[in-house]
């Protein structure tokens, strides 16, 4: 019995003296960190996605904090709402951003741009770019192996078996970017929202001359210059062989859409026109 | 006990079904193209412009840069555009396009079949000749041999090696070569020895050409101190650090250059073209391609002008046969399939190869089963099943520790992996990433 009372006691007494010295210690070699930090990371979507160019949403919550000025700083993922949480809670201002979307540039289905050979190697698009020109005539377009579906944390762009072209769901695309930096061969593009989801984007990256390009791919734009003539914002430039239409500048009036003789120039989301024929009566 | 390279390797059937076509002369086609870079390095300039008239042998192309060569028409007519041109790859790239209009020499070439043996040249007349006409490794890798030839000052050349190994399965014109034109070769050897001031050549010839190494045997004792190296079959041998320590037992380190060991490899093909640079005057316009495959119609050895169409080969050799599963530009192991066949033939064209639609089937990739297959093959002592992980997941500095860089690209892993994993394909993306972050680096 007295053995086990003194077991007891000297356990006690060693736990104590350990407390004690565990406490010291802990004061000693204190890091202090602001609890911001933490309070920032929870209202944070927590994807660590990297979209924002930091490591993870914690490293985010650590420059929101550190930064006195964060107008450099946003979250794709969580928009103005979080940026704005965020921001209130440490007394300071979010940059306003206008919602962006990953545009796939690139209308060359099945279809309209004719397999010319088949690629039997690693089913990644980084390889079959580095390792020649492509399974159709275009060089530039998509070589359709998924590399973009397979970076996206968001289950927000996916090959259609059909075109074999990644297409975007807009509701779930954060434009946290990681598909642009996938894609070897620069077709993905973050573009403007738009009001309505609508916007207007040059289906093509194609840069060869024209007719090399429309023999390659049905849809290629041809860099014939009839878009540029009839845009009246000055929103479409051409640069080899290629038609561009900047997306801060583009009012989305269409008209440049009518007008593409290949069709390379997308509109997505707009309600159907009126007939041809009501319209003429409209203008007459 | 015959000589070889230390680590790894592999032994696939030679198929050598071309060995006793002779070698035929295959005259110009309508048009030939020129790619302005047929060459590592940079890029030469056009020296000629829309409409002119050119010779056989006149200089189209100036090499820009001491890593560069100068490209010279191999056919005779007018050059009617200077712009891209899809290769063999579909991709398009700069290039001369000339249209074929009889065919007249430039004054200077000496035609005639006659050997010239004199070698009272200094190492300088040599070497500018080289440069001048254009010459690059006929290898596969199209390194200029001018700068292979210019020994850094500091570094002493010891050995001369000739590579007349051709491990690659299939390939036969380095065989042919030597069996037809072998007196010239030697010669050109010898033009080598004097432009590099070496003492000794060796020439390593793979066991499966018994009657090359006779022939070569019988002749160069004419020669001057030339040494036949008779070696194992192994591929892959005629990869040239692999060959360095197979003939004369040196190992070249990681990033290091072969004349930091005192060796300086040629290849068969470009030791002729050497010969012919000096002695006759020509540029290299032409060049020995085998066409060959099990479902060829004829099996063939071809003399080819530079710029020749793939197609135009294939026609000569009976046509494309209907279970055609791919067209390979090289040997089947390092050797591209090509998506385009009316591309040009360039400098370093050696082989076309023709694989039936049942052969060039790659199996379903499945699970790597860390056998270490691929480790005990590599001849760079490299692990493929780590650095292909390593490359899809893109950890290009653990790529870098782990000499990515090494790789030759000799398919040595793939050819052996038993869950016919992708291997090369990833380990070839990895190799060019990790290049470019070194030379970015610079």
């Known amino acids: 019995m007295n053995t086990i009372i003194v077991t007891i006691a000297m356990l006690s007494a060693l736990g104590v003296f350990l407390a004690i010295v565990l406490y010291f210690v802990a004061q000693k070699f204190k890091v202090y960190e602001d609890p911001r930090i933490d309070e920032v990371a929870s209202i944070l979507p927590g994807a660590n996605c990297g979209g924002c160019g930091f490591a993870g949403c914690r490293a985010f919550a650590e420059a929101l904090v550190a930064n006195e000025d964060i107008s450099a700083l946003f979250c794709p993922v969580g928009g103005a709402d979080i940026m704005n949480q965020a921001a209130s809670h440490l007394g300071k201002t979010a940059a306003e951003k206008e919602k962006m979307v990953a545009v796939v540039r690139c209308g060359g289905s099945c279809e309209l741009r004719p397999r010319t050979s088949t690629f039997d190697g690693a089913r990644s698009c980084a390889v079959i770019a580095a390792t020649y020109g492509g399974d159709t005539g275009c060089t530039y377009g998509c070589v359709g192996a998924g590399d973009c579906e397979l970076s996206c944390d968001f289950d927000a762009i996916h090959i259609n078996p059909v075109t074999l072209l990644p297409e975007v769901d807009d509701e779930k695309c954060t434009a946290c970017g990681a598909c642009v930096k996938a894609c070897p061969k620069f077709i993905i593009e973050l573009r403007k929202k738009g009001p309505k989801s609508r916007r207007i984007f040059v289906s093509c990256v194609n840069k060869d001359k024209g007719g090399v390009a429309k023999k390659s791919c049905a849809a290629a734009c041809t860099g014939c210059t009839k878009c540029l003539k009839v845009c009246p914002h000055e929103a479409i430039t051409i640069n080899a062989n290629l038609a561009y239409i900047d997306h801060t500048k583009c009012k989305l009036c269409r008209k440049c859409v009518e007008g593409c003789p290949t069709a390379a120039i997308h509109e997505v989301n707009f309600p159907p026109r009126k007939p041809a024929v009501e319209k003429a009566e409209v203008t007459a | ?442």
């Open chain 2, 1 to 442: 006990m015959l000589k070889t390279f230390r680590l790894g390797g592999i032994h696939p059937h030679d198929n050598k079904l071309s060995a006793e076509a002779a070698i035929e002369t295959v005259s110009p086609a309508e048009t030939a193209q020129f790619f302005l870079s047929q060459h590592l390095g940079a890029p030469a300039a056009p020296t000629v412009n829309k409409g002119d008239k050119v010779k056989v042998g006149q200089l189209i192309a100036k090499a820009t840069g001491f890593v560069s060569a100068n490209i010279h028409s191999s056919v005779s007519g007018t050059v009617t555009s200077i712009d891209v041109v899809a290769d063999h790859l579909g991709i398009r790239r700069p290039a001369i396009t000339v249209k074929v209009e009889g065919d007249e020499w430039d004054e200077n070439i000496d035609r005639s079949a006659e050997l010239v043996r004199r070698t009272d040249y200094t190492p300088e007349e040599i070497i500018k000749r080289v440069a001048e006409a254009g010459i690059v490794g006929l290898g596969g890798a199209a390194f200029p041999s001018h700068v292979k030839l210019s020994v850094p000052p500091g570094k002493k050349a010891e050995a001369l090696i000739i590579n007349a190994a051709e491990c690659e399965p299939y390939l036969t014109s380095d065989y042919r070569t030597i069996m037809e034109r072998g007196e010239e070769m030697l010669v050109g050897v010898q033009l080598l020895k004097k432009a590099l001031g070496v003492q000794k050549a060796y020439i390593g010839v793979e066991i499966n050409k018994p009657q090359a190494i006779e022939k070569l045997q019988a002749l160069s004792s004419e020669y001057g101190e030339v040494e036949i190296v008779p070696l194992k079959k192994k591929y892959p041998q005629g990869g040239e650090k692999q060959l360095i320590k197979a003939v004369i037992n040196r190992e070249v380190p990681s990033g290091a250059l072969p004349v930091d060991v005192g060796a300086v490899v040629h290849n068969v093909g470009t030791t002729l073209a050497v010969y012919e640079a000096v002695q006759k005057r020509k540029p290299l316009i032409e060049n020995t391609v085998t066409l060959t495959g099990k479902i060829a119609a004829q099996q063939k050895n071809f003399n080819v002008r530079v710029g020749t169409p793939i197609s135009r080969l294939i026609e000569l050799a009976g046509g494309l046969p209907e279970n055609t599963g791919k067209v390979v530009l090289g040997g089947p192991m390092m050797g591209k399939a090509i998506s385009n066949l009316d591309a040009p033939t360039q400098k370093s064209t050696s082989s076309v190869l023709l694989i039936s639609d049942s052969e060039a089937e790659r199996r379903e990739p499945s699970a790597c089963i860390r056998c270490s297959r691929c480790v005990s093959v590599c001849p760079m002592g490299l692990e493929p099943y780590l650095l292909i992980r390593q490359t899809e997941r893109k950890m290009y500095e653990a790529l870098e520790q782990h000499n990515a860089h090494d790789c030759i690209e000799c398919g040595c892993c793939i050819y052996t992996c038993p869950a016919n994993l992708p291997l090369l394909d990833y380990i070839r993306l990895g190799k060019t990433e990790v290049l470019k972050i070194k030379r970015n680096r610079k």
